[in-house]
């Protein structure tokens, strides 16, 4: 259990510093004139966004119930170091993926931000009516509540739907093709968490959880 302790601290450490890495890179960058179009000033603004949220979530993490159960160490490292990368990628401008998936317009990267905006509220939303139930791992809380409230009335998993909606919305900002793998490298890192949480929360509330899934979606209405 100590080396776990130590370990949360690592990865938080290591979250923080890929996030600096990508403000030194895309500095360094716009200094030697290697990026001038009109995409620095957006990123900037979605960088922002994506720090705010992170000192958000580490200070909520704080309010959160002993865990009486929870998924190996390696576990939970391999899903920080996917979503992680998914980060970097995001906002380096890797050799080989600086091209567009998107045509270049002035109205993208507003309508990126707007929802990656709109995702950080919804995932403050789910954090909140979570409360103490929240875990960075998959795991199995002391007194563990089954929250039917606010967002998780219709979606079982809505901070996984945020963080989509967030880097989706800085992949459309920057419209380039290293941002879109950002987003398809969380989409295998969520797919398999998901999968992990499922199975641990039908093995904790038994039918409780089968009749929640039948009456809700795992992170689109009507959709998925």
Known sequence: MKFEGRYKHILIGAGCGAIAGAFVVRSSTAVQGLRTDNLVQPLWVSMALVVGFSLYWTAAAKNSAPVKSSEHWAST??????????????????????????????FLAPVGIAIQAGATLLAIWARRH??????????????????????????????????????????????????????????????RKIMLEEQTMRRVFGTEYDAYRHDSWALIPWVL
Not at 81 to 101: D, M, Q, S, Y
Not at 169 to 174: D, T
């Open 130 to 191: 979570l409360g103490r139930n929240w875990s960075a791992e998959v795991s199995a809380k002391v007194d563990h509540q089954l929250i039917r409230s606010g967002p998780y009335k219709m979606l079982r998993h809505p901070i996984y739907t945020a963080m989509f909606g967030i880097y989706s919305g800085v992949a459309i900002a920057s419209g380039e093709w290293h941002a879109l793998a950002g987003v398809g490298l969380l989409a295998i890192a969520y797919s």
């Open 77 to 106: 490292a391999l899903h920080q170091l996917l979503i992680n990368v998914a980060l970097l990628l995001l906002f380096l401008r890797i050799p080989g993926l600086t091209g567009r998936w998107l045509p270049s317009s002035p």
